[in-house]
């Protein structure tokens, strides 16, 4: 076995730093930029008088930092060259998912709404999977040029980590001598509706609470007639663009289906793979990050005359968390290469749960790493001019959202017990 990263992803890391400090970094420094990565960051993001949602200042200076990637050839290195891409491998964007977050806060990699100049776009290998030919131009090449935009529409208030059981409905419907679909129901942390031109909306169309089959994913425009924004959600951190929509009456044509009709939560499940293991990269290394703070730190402050960092109360945790994000890399890198592999269908069968591993452990590590920085680093570390408690309120999520970590350790436990898998058939053989 070869545990050497290959030579053309550790060459890209290079252009991509350059590409950063030629490129993102005077960006980021221009025009008083640095307000929304320094200090006053959460209130230079935050339009708090318009629900707390992201300011137009904020968002533009993200779609400037894209607009160079993309020019430079990088934003889109994870899609297929047929769309503009480099089919980047799953493998090179945890490497540069990790890389990114371990430079620390930046308009490189945003760490508070998964912006990127090397973007993960989970919704094109959906729709190169699941849509037709049409919608695959419509969406994909749409989504490129930023004509298209897809929210998703599966958690429901009273329904959270067990889609199966869903309140929302979809029944067939005639209007105006064309076949579509009414459907009716309410979605809770619908991310992106702000800006999006779609919502992927997920709603029972056969079968019974609890099953997995009977399930359709939905491209329900924005706006369409019944579907209403309620109220964007407050969070831990700030600003927000989770609203709580609800559908009444709303129609769309057959031609909104994506997928099969009852087929819906595999497209769901196929959303997550990419997207769990591309974020416990970046927690990876948003945890490193702070660890490596924290050293330099320890290093450089002479409490009583002598390195701080000679206290093995402060040796002993920060080993014991650089241990952590060795061993989680090994694992990380494995699975992803594992994933590039195998056909993508394939992996929900063979390789779901070690990407649940890889994506519950490294949202915990991030935490407790952000969380002993800021004890290390005292009074300076608890404030808002080092970056901590902004690392440590946005990955708190993860141990939420895309899945919380208990049932990605329900998934585990199902496989390793067999009750999922592939030894459910060698338990059933007794």
């Not at 090397?118 to 090449?141: K, S, W, Y």
């Not at 009583?304 to 990380?332: H, K, S, W, Y």
């Not at 004890?375 to 141990?399: D, L, V």
Request: aromatic share 10%; proline share 4%; hydrophobic share 40%.
């Amino acid at each position: 076995m070869n545990f050497d990263l290959p030579l053309e992803i550790e060459t890209y890391l290079g252009e991509l730093d350059d590409f950063i400090e030629r490129e993102i970094k005077p960006l980021e420094q221009a025009d008083d930029n640095i307000r929304f990565f320094d200090h006053r960051r959460e209130w230079a993001r935050t339009d708090f008088e318009n629900g707390g949602l992201p300011r137009h200042e904020w968002e533009d200076l993200l779609r400037e930092a894209q607009r160079r990637a993309d020019a430079a050839g990088h934003w889109r290195f994870s899609a297929p060259a047929r769309y503009g891409g480099k089919d980047g491998s799953n493998l090179a964007m945890a490497v540069i998912r990790e890389h990114f977050a371990a430079r620390g806060l930046g308009l490189h990699n945003d760490l508070q709404n998964e912006h990127s100049i090397v973007g993960n776009f989970p919704f094109v290998n959906m729709f190169e999977h699941f849509g037709t030919a049409d919608q695959q131009r419509e969406f994909i090449l749409g989504g490129f040029e930023r004509t298209r935009c897809i929210a998703f529409g599966l958690t429901e208030p009273d329904h959270g980590s067990d889609a199966t059981h869903m309140s929302t409905r979809a029944v067939p419907e005639v209007r105006d001598g064309v076949a579509g679909w009414r459907i009716d129901g309410e979605k809770m942390w619908t991310t992106g509706m702000h800006e999006a031109t779609h919502c992927a909306t997920f709603a029972r169309t056969g079968g019974d609470d609890g099953e997995a089959a009977g399930i359709t994913c939905f491209l329900v425009p924005n706006p369409a007639d019944g579907m209403v924004i309620e109220e964007y959600l407050w969070t831990f951190n700030m600003p927000t663009d989770h609203p709580r929509v609800s559908f009444t009456n709303v129609w769309v044509p057959d031609a909104a289906v994506l997928g099969k009709i009852g087929g819906g939560l595999s497209i769901a499940q196929s959303f997550v793979h990419q997207n769990r293991i591309r974020q416990a990269a970046s927690s990876l290394g948003a945890a490193a990050f702070c660890i490596e703070e924290s050293v330099r730190y320890a290093r450089a402050r002479k409490p009583f005359g002598q390195d701080l960092a000679r206290n093995q109360a402060i040796q002993f945790p920060v080993v014991e968390l650089a241990t952590q994000c060795a061993m989680l890399r090994q694992l990380i890198r494995k699975t992803a290469w594992e994933m590039d592999r195998m056909e993508h269908k394939e992996i929900e069968l063979r390789l779901s749960h070690e990407i649940s591993m890889c994506n519950y452990w490294a949202n915990r590590l991030v935490c407790e790493a952000a969380d002993r920085a800021m004890q290390i680093h005292g009074g300076i570390g608890y404030s808002r001019h080092k970056p901590f408690e902004h690392i440590y309120r946005h990955h708190r999520r993860y141990r939420i959202t895309e899945g919380a970590e208990e049932i990605q350790m329900r998934k585990v436990a199902g496989y390793l017990f067999g009750y999922m898998g592939p030894r459910k058939s060698e338990f059933a053989r007794g």
